[in-house]
C-alpha cells in the first residue's frame, strides 16, 4: 500500500510511525511537503534535530507539488497540513481517487465541503476525520452508559478544556503555529474542535448555538483564546468552555442526569459517576497514542472493507458547521441558529 502524508509536522510524523507500526514493510509511504523541515518531532512533541524526519519513518520520495504526489496514485491520503488547507488538498486527492484520512478540523470554511463530499461518493471512497478522542476508552464507556440510560433522564452536559499554548507545542514558537493565526484557520474553536465533536458525538445534533468570550489573553495571537459556547442538543443542554490561556492542563466532561452525576477525566482516563449506580471505570497508564493507532486501525479497516468508519467525513461536517456557528455568535454576540 502506497499512503501519501500531506503534511510532516507533528501530527503528520505521528500517523507516518503509526502507519508503519501497523502496516510494517508492506506499506510505502511518501510525502507531500512545502516548508521542508528536516526536524523529527518524538512522539512526547519534543524537538530531536540530530534525526532526520524522512530517514527515520523511512519516506521514500519527497514532493513540493501536489500534483506529482497524486500522479504515482497512492491508495490514501492522510491531510495533515495547517487546517486553511485541508479541503484544497482533499478535494484535489478525492479527485484522484484516493482514501481520505483529513485531520481535524475538516476546513475553516463551510465552502466546498458539499463539493468534497459529492466527490468522496462519486469514487466510493473511504474518507474519515481524525477525532481520536472518539476511540478514548472512557469516552466510550460514556457513551455507553448514555446508551443503557444509566444516568436517567439527562438534565445537562458540560465539556471543559483548558491548555497554556505555548506550553501546547514546545518544539514551536506558540507565534508562529497554525493555532495563533487566522490565515491558517486557528483559534481555540477550530483547533480544539475535538470539544464540538464530543458534545455532538455524546449527546447528538446541535440545532442552536449561542457564546462569549474572544482574544482575552496577553498571549501574542489574532485568534479567539477563551469561550463560554452554549449548544442545544438532542439529548441535553451542553455548554462548552475552551480556554488556550490556563495552567494545568485539564479536559474534561461532566453530565447530570436524573439518577446521577458522571464526571469523565479524560487526561487521568478515569470515569465516575456519584452516586455508584455503576463501578468507576479507569484505565491505568493510559497511553495517549493508542487513540491514534486506533483511528488508523479503523482507517484501514475501513479501506480493506471489514469496518465502518468511526468518525466519517459526514460527521467531521457537521461538527465543522457546529464549530463555525460558535465562532459566528462570538463575533455577533446573537444566538445561531443550525438548520
Given at each position: 500500500m502506497r499512503v501519501l502524508i500531506a503534511g510532516l509536522g507533528a501530527i503528520g510524523q505521528r500517523h507516518a510511525r503509526n502507519l508503519r507500526a501497523l502496516c510494517g514493510s508492506s506499506l510505502e509511504l511518501t510525502t507531500f511537503r512545502t516548508r521542508g523541515r528536516r526536524h523529527v518531532v518524538t512522539e512526547s512533541l519534543e524537538l530531536d534535530d540530530t534525526r532526520d524526519a524522512e530517514q527515520s519513518l523511512g519516506i521514500s520520495a519527497s514532493y513540493t507539488d501536489l500534483d506529482a504526489a497524486l500522479a504515482t496514485k497512492p491508495t490514501a491520503v492522510f491531510v495533515c497540513t495547517p487546517s486553511s488547507q485541508h479541503l484544497d488538498i482533499a478535494l484535489r486527492a478525492a479527485a484522484a481517487g484516493c482514501h481520505l484520512f483529513v485531520e481535524k478540523p475538516v476546513s475553516h470554511t463551510m465552502d466546498g465541503v458539499t463539493r468534497l463530499m459529492i466527490e468522496v461518493r462519486r469514487h466510493s471512497?473511504?474518507?474519515?476525520?481524525?477525532?481520536?478522542?472518539?476511540?478514548?476508552?472512557?469516552?466510550?464507556?460514556?457513551?455507553?452508559?448514555?446508551?443503557?440510560?444509566?444516568?436517567?433522564?439527562?438534565?445537562?452536559?458540560?465539556?471543559?478544556?483548558?491548555?497554556?499554548?505555548?506550553?501546547?507545542?514546545?518544539?514551536?514558537?506558540?507565534?508562529?503555529?497554525?493555532?495563533?493565526?487566522?490565515?491558517?484557520?486557528?483559534g481555540v474553536v477550530l483547533t480544539q474542535i475535538h470539544d464540538y465533536d464530543l458534545a455532538w458525538w455524546l449527546f447528538g445534533p446541535v440545532t442552536q448555538v449561542s457564546a462569549t468570550g474572544g482574544h482575552l489573553s496577553a498571549l501574542e495571537i489574532d485568534v479567539e483564546d477563551t469561550v463560554e459556547a452554549s449548544l442545544a442538543a438532542r439529548l441535553c443542554p451542553v455548554t462548552v468552555r475552551q480556554c488556550f490561556a490556563a495552567r494545568p492542563p485539564h479536559r474534561t466532561i461532566t453530565v447530570h442526569g436524573t439518577r446521577g452525576v458522571a464526571t469523565l477525566d479524560l487526561l487521568a482516563a478515569t470515569l465516575t459517576v456519584s452516586p455508584a449506580v455503576v463501578a468507576p471505570f479507569t484505565v491505568a497508564a493510559y497511553q495517549r497514542n493508542e487513540m491514534f493507532l486506533a483511528e488508523v486501525y479503523n482507517f484501514l479497516a475501513c479501506i480493506g472493507g471489514t469496518a465502518q468508519p468511526i468518525a466519517p467525513l459526514e460527521d467531521g461536517i457537521s461538527v465543522l458547521q457546529v464549530a463555525l456557528s460558535v465562532k459566528t455568535a462570538l463575533t455577533t454576540g446573537r444566538t445561531v441558529e443550525i438548520a
Open positions: 471512497l473511504v474518507a474519515v476525520v481524525g477525532s481520536q478522542w472518539r476511540y478514548h476508552p472512557c469516552v466510550l464507556r460514556l457513551r455507553e452508559l448514555l446508551a443503557a440510560g444509566s444516568l436517567g433522564a439527562l438534565r445537562s452536559a458540560s465539556v471543559d478544556y483548558a491548555e497554556y499554548l505555548p506550553d501546547w507545542h514546545p518544539y514551536e514558537d506558540y507565534r508562529e503555529s497554525y493555532a495563533a493565526r487566522a490565515a491558517l484557520g486557528g
